[in-house]
């Protein structure tokens, strides 16, 4: 593409840069994009910036939506959805895949197609399969529309247990034990799958715990204390992906520390803790958003921890190529070694969520860190980089 069919930046046109809030989506993670959306929407500076929300509803159509975070928290245990919010049942956002328009346009059935004007930058806040792990970064690529966060390989790693698991081994990083069973083992023969789980647990001891591989923000993951409750564990993880990860439990303080990508390169958090939350079996999806358990910011850990924490976290963040931000979570074992369990390359981004939390504890409020992740997208080209 010649340089003189290259979109003009925000400034050549004379108006603010226009931030798309992309969010919902396919996955079990949809409402807590809706949440997350509703936090960082109520976070951008209207001043600095134009925005457009634009929910993707659990069936997968884009829709417009009322620019209204209010609306979008959890209320009574209750979890908001991008259909609640949307402005028409079946009116369609559409992205441009030509790279020299970003043109966002607005269809109706039976009406002319809207206009709605170029996009410069998407800050997807999708979690989870079609929106967190590389799909929807390859269609903001091929669009040609700079987005926050990590690219197409990046995210696809970050999404994966299993190969980020791998990622990190090569790397040199310690992972805990696991096993992976796929999706042709178990349909085409459940006895020898099974057999290998049992095969891990003799090997690692119960509990166990068996999670959906490309799955987020605890669901759909289940801890088994003996084999008797392998089929049900298993079939929960199936629901929400026909991969899944079997892992072994490691004694130990849950320690979680996020990366920020600023123009020098990442840095790394304070960490924060998880401690034993005394209602929950661990920390699961209602722990975290519906009662709200909370970590300790920052962890208690001697300097010589942290300095040691952060320096993993940003080798993690490095090692899957990572963009943006991170945030990386460990175990601190009894043996006193850091081992990884997995990054979050578009960690929880609500109010309570410890991503933002970790940075506002080492001096970036939420307002900041929103626009830092913005700026820092809009100076990143798309393609090879």
């Known amino acids: 593409m010649s340089s003189e069919n290259l979109p003009q930046t925000p400034e050549q046109q004379g108006r603010k840069p226009r931030v ?39 069936d997968g159509r884009w829709a417009l939506t009322a620019d209204e975070p209010e609306r979008m928290a959890i209320a009574d245990r209750k979890l908001p959805s991008v259909e609640e919010l949307a402005d ?7 992205l441009s895949v030509d790279p020299a328009s970003r043109q966002v346009v607005y269809t109706e059935p ?5 206009a709605l004007g170029e996009v410069d930058v998407v800050f997807p806040v999708l979690h989870g399969p079609y929106g967190e792990d590389g799909t929807l970064q390859g269609l903001l690529e091929l669009s040609g529309i700079p987005y926050v966060g990590s690219g197409v390989l990046a995210s696809a790693v970050g999404q994966d247990k299993d190969y980020m698991k791998r990622v990190f081994t090569s790397f040199g990083l310690r992972v ?10 178990w349909d085409t023969d459940r006895d020898a799958a099974t057999g290998r789980i049992l095969d891990f647990a003799a090997e690692h001891g119960w509990p166990l715990f068996v999670k959906p591989a490309r799955a987020g923000s ?38 979680e520390c996020g990366v920020l990508e600023f123009e020098d390169g990442p840095r790394a958090s304070v960490p924060a803790e998880i401690p034993p ?4 079996d661990f920390y699961d999806f209602e722990a975290k958003y519906i009662d709200s358990a909370s970590g300790i910011v920052p962890a208690p850990l001697t300097p010589e921890q ?3 924490v952060q320096r993993l976290a940003i080798e993690a963040f490095e090692a899957a190529s990572c963009e ?5 979570d460990f175990f601190l074992t009894e043996d006193g070694e850091f081992v990884i369990n997995e990054i979050n390359t578009m960690p929880g981004f609500t109010p309570i969520s410890m991503y933002p939390l970790m940075w506002q504890k080492t001096g970036i409020e939420y307002p900041e860190l929103v626009d830092s992740l913005i700026q820092a997208a809009l100076r990143r080209s798309t393609g090879l980089r």
């Open 20 to 58: 798309a809030v992309v969010f919902g989506g396919r996955s079990s993670e949809h409402a807590i994009s809706v949440v997350t959306a509703g936090a960082v929407l109520r976070s951008i500076d209207r001043s600095k910036y134009e925005v457009l929300p634009i929910g993707i509803t659990t």
């Open 88 to 94: 028409s049942e079946d009116g369609a956002v559409v």
């Open 324 to 328: 943006g931000l991170v945030r990386a």
């Open 218 to 255: 605890s669901i759909g993951i289940t801890k088994v204390d003996d084999a008797s409750g392998l089929d049900a564990a298993v079939k929960e993880a199936r629901r929400h992906d026909p991969k899944i990860i079997v892992e072994a439990l490691l004694r130990g303080r849950e320690i």
């Open 176 to 185: 805990g034990p696991y096993v992976t069973i796929r999706p042709r083992e």
């Open 277 to 280: 939350v005394s209602s929950h």
């Open 110 to 114: 039976g009406a002319v197609p809207k």
């Open 306 to 308: 942290t300095a040691e």
